[in-house]
Structures are given as C-alpha cells and as structure tokens.
C-alpha cells in the first residue's frame, strides 16, 4: 500500500500567516492526490484535486502544487474559518490512503 | 439537491455484524463510483472501500484492514449503498461515512461503537 506521510501532524498559525502542509508518497503517484478541509464536526470538504487544481468556490488563497512523491497545500493569508484539519489523499492506486492528517491551531 | 444520508450505526459487541445503509438522492448511484471512510473518535480519516459504477460492473476495492470482513454492495432499485461488517473489532469503531470521493459528496455519518 502507498503509504502517505503529512508534516507537520499539527501547528499553530496567527491569522494573515503564510502556511504550508507537506504531504509525502512512498511510492510516485504522479498527480492523483487531493486535499480536504475538515471542520470540527462537519464532513471533509474538497479544496484541491488533481495535485493543484482548485475546486470551484474555494477561495484563490488556496494553491497546492506537487507531483511524484511530494505534494504541498498552501494558505497564503490564514483567515479566522481556515482553522481547522486538512488531508491528504492518493487516488493513483487502490488501496486509497490519506495522510494522517495536519490540524492547524490559532496561536 | 444531491444528498447521501446512512443508517444502521449502533453498539454492537466484537465479533458481531452489523449493516450500514446509505440512501442516495439528487442523483443516480449506479452511475457512480462510491466509497465508505470511517474516522475513530478524534482520529483521521481512513478510507474503508469502493465499489465502482455499472460501467465498471460494480467491482469493489477495499483496505486491508476491512477485508475479508466487510463487504459493500448496492441496490440501484432503491438508489442505496451498503455496508456489511462481520467480525467487528474493537478498533472498527468509527463515524463511518457513505461518500464519493470522485465527486466530493458525503453523508453526516453514523457512528459504529464495537464494546463489550
């Protein structure tokens, strides 16, 4: 199974913050990997798919990039809602795995 | 509007089985590729399985850690997914979600708890 290794697990961030989560394959996925938000809560919710395309309506401070084995979402000014938990998934080979996940905290 | 909703989570003690249900509406599931992702109690997410669409024969897809024990199946008559889970462990306990993560649509969940 390809095994897929987020950094950091957790960080706290103040609002107007530069974040970026890295998200790490064990094996070449090429760009079949998504990321999803999820609020406490509430249900994952899609921001990036194909390694960095935006899905409609997410705002355009959200950019990913990557391809192979490394992959990176980024948060260009943190707003107050974007407080939450974001995963990693590769959809290149079954079985699908998520990364364990980043929880970003206020500071 | 486009909707999944599951049921069928409850306790059940290890060994047991249990049947996730989930009803789709707003559109057709037998055009659609569909998941099951479960979340233990202040965990990540992990995804449990697929079965692909008619076009792809319904052939389904699962992680290691479920297979051999459960089993997804569908009922495109009723516009429903299933859920079959035998053998339940204690670390089967989980929110589980009816998802397709193709088409980033999921249900609220039902929460499984495997106890003794």
């Known amino acids: 199974d390809i095994q897929m290794t987020q950094s950091p697990s957790a960080m706290s961030a103040s609002v107007g913050d530069r974040v970026t989560v890295t998200c790490r394959a064990s094996?070449?996925?090429?760009?079949?990997l998504a990321w999803f938000q999820q609020k406490p809560g509430k249900v994952p919710k899609r921001l990036i798919y194909?390694?960095?395309n935006l899905e409609s309506g997410v705002p355009p401070r959200f950019s990913a990039s990557g391809s192979g084995t490394e992959f990176t979402l980024t948060i260009s000014s943190l707003q107050p809602e974007d407080f939450a938990t974001y995963y990693c998934?590769?959809?290149?080979?079954?079985?699908?795995?998520f990364g364990q996940g980043t929880k970003l905290e206020m500071k | 509007e486009v909707q999944l909703v599951e049921s069928g989570g409850g306790l059940v003690q290890p060994g047991g089985s249990l049947r996730l249900s989930c009803a789709a509406s707003g559109f057709s599931l037998s055009d659609q590729h569909m998941d099951w992702v479960r979340q233990a109690p202040g965990k990540g997410l992990e995804w449990v399985g697929r079965t692909k669409n008619k076009a792809n024969s319904y052939s389904t897809e699962y992680a290691a850690s479920v297979r051999g024990r459960f089993t997804i199946s569908r009922e495109d008559s009723q516009n429903s997914l299933y859920l079959q889970m035998n053998s339940l462990k204690t670390e089967d306990t989980a929110v589980y979600y009816c998802?397709?993560?193709?088409?980033?649509?999921w249900g609220p969940g039902t929460m499984v708890t495997v106890s003794s």
């Open positions: 194909d390694a960095s």
């Open positions: 998802a397709s993560l193709i088409g980033d649509i």
């Open positions: 094996q070449d996925i090429s760009h079949y």
């Open positions: 998934i590769q959809h290149n080979t079954f079985p699908r795995t």
